[in-house]
C-alpha cells in the first residue's frame, strides 16, 4: 500500500511539472474559453425579438402566460404549421399528441437567434412545468433537446471545451506515459524499484486523472466568474462521464502509439487529430451547422460523443438515459481494454 502511495505521489508531482500535459490539458482550453467566452458572451439576441410559436392541440390560454417575447398561431392542421415553419413565417412549433413535442427551425438562421428561441421555449416551458422530450422531424429540420438548463451560445461552447480538456489530458497523456516514458528509459526504472505492469498503469492512469480534474474544476470556475454561466449539473452524471472519456481518451492515445510506433509520429498524429476533433466534434457549433457531405466524419471523432456526454450532464443536451449509459460503458471498456494492452506491450517488455 505504502508503495503505491508513494508511486501515485511520484506520478501526480510528475504530471503536474509536465508542461506540455498541463498547457493542452488546463491552459489550452482556458485560453479558447476566454477568446470565445468574449466573443459569445456579449452577441445575446436582443430582448425585443419577438418568437412567433405555433400551437397544435394546445389552449393558448395554457401558455400565454407563461412566456416571454412570444406571440402565438392556433392550428388544428400540423402539416401547414410545418409549411409555415420552413417558410419561415413562425420560429418554432409546440404540439401535444402525448407528451409536449417541439419543433424548431434551425441552421439557416442566425446561431444567435436559435439560441434566443431556445432560451424563450426553454423558459416558458420550465415554467409552465411542461413535460419535454426530443423530436426528429424532416431533414430540413432538427432534433430539439431542451436541458434544464437555460443556456446559450457561452453556456453551449464551455461544455465543448470542457470535452476538449478531457481529450487531451487523456490522449497526451498516455502517449507521454508508453511513448515518452519509454524511450527515456524511465519504464524500466520503475520495474527494477521492483513495481509490477499494473501498479505502474493504474497510478499513472490515477494521476492523469487528477489533471482531469483539476482542469474541470478550474475551467468551470473560471466560466462562473467570468460569464456567469447557468449550470445545472447532474454530479453523479458528470463524475462518471469523468472517468469513463477520460479512460476512453488514454485508450484513444495508446491506438495511436499501436499505430504509429514512433513516440514522435504518435505526438504528430495526435496534434492533427486535436485540430481536426475541434472542428468536427460540435464543440463550437452544432454539428447541423457543418455541410452534410462532410458532417459523416464528425461520427467517427471519438470526442463528439464525449461532448454529448456532458452536455447531457450539465442539462444542455438530452440524449436519452440508453444511449448515455451506452455511450459510457463504450468508453470504459475502450479505455481499460487498451490500457492492459499497453500494460503488456509496453511495460512489461521492461522486466
Do not use: C
Not at 487531451?168 to 524511465?186: A, Q, T
Amino acid at each position: 500500500m505504502n508503495k503505491n502511495i508513494h508511486l501515485l505521489k511520484t506520478f501526480i508531482k510528475e504530471t503536474f511539472s509536465n508542461k506540455v500535459d498541463v498547457f493542452f490539458t488546463i491552459a489550452f482550453p482556458l485560453l479558447f474559453l476566454l477568446i470565445f467566452g468574449m466573443v459569445f458572451g456579449n452577441t445575446s439576441a436582443s430582448s425585443e425579438n419577438i418568437v412567433n410559436i405555433g400551437l397544435y392541440n394546445i389552449e393558448i390560454d395554457n401558455l400565454k402566460a407563461y412566456f416571454e417575447n412570444s406571440e402565438f398561431v392556433e392550428s388544428n392542421n400540423l402539416e401547414d404549421l410545418k409549411t409555415q415553419l420552413k417558410s419561415q413565417k413562425i420560429d418554432a412549433i409546440i404540439t401535444k399528441p402525448d407528451n409536449y413535442e417541439i419543433f424548431i427551425r434551425e441552421g439557416s438562421i442566425d446561431p444567435q437567434e436559435t439560441s434566443f428561441i431556445k432560451n424563450t421555449i426553454s423558459n416558458g416551458l420550465s415554467y409552465a412545468k411542461l413535460n419535454r422530450k426530443e423530436i426528429f422531424l424532416e431533414q430540413e429540420f432538427i432534433s430539439v433537446s431542451l436541458g434544464d438548463t437555460d443556456s446559450g451560445q457561452t453556456e453551449y461552447l464551455l461544455t465543448g471545451i470542457l470535452s476538449i480538456s478531457l481529450l487531451s489530458g487523456g490522449m497526451f497523456s498516455v502517449i507521454g506515459i508508453f511513448g515518452r516514458y519509454k524511450k527515456n528509459g524511465i519504464i524500466k526504472k520503475f520495474m527494477s524499484a521492483p513495481v509490477s505492469p499494473s501498479s505502474f498503469v493504474v497510478n499513472a492512469s490515477i494521476s492523469k486523472l487528477i489533471l482531469n480534474i483539476f482542469s474541470v474544476i478550474i475551467l468551470i470556475i473560471f466560466a462562473k466568474l467570468m460569464y456567469n454561466l447557468n449550470y445545472q449539473f447532474n454530479w453523479a452524471e458528470f463524475s462518471l462521464v469523468i472517468l469513463t472519456s477520460s479512460l476512453g481518451m488514454m485508450g484513444f492515445g495508446v491506438i495511436l502509439l499501436i499505430i504509429f510506433k514512433r513516440i514522435e509520429t504518435a505526438s504528430t498524429a495526435a496534434s492533427l487529430l486535436f485540430v481536426i476533433m475541434t472542428f468536427f466534434s460540435g464543440i463550437y457549433f452544432p454539428l447541423t451547422l457543418i455541410p452534410e457531405q462532410i458532417r459523416w466524419i464528425s461520427y467517427f471523432m471519438p470526442v463528439t460523443y464525449v461532448v454529448n456526454l456532458v452536455r447531457h450532464s450539465a442539462n444542455v443536451e438530452n440524449i436519452g438515459n440508453i444511449e448515455f449509459l451506452l455511450t459510457n460503458l463504450v468508453l470504459l471498456t475502450i479505455g481499460v481494454v487498451f490500457l492492459i494492452v499497453a500494460s503488456n506491450k509496453y511495460v512489461k517488455q521492461e522486466i
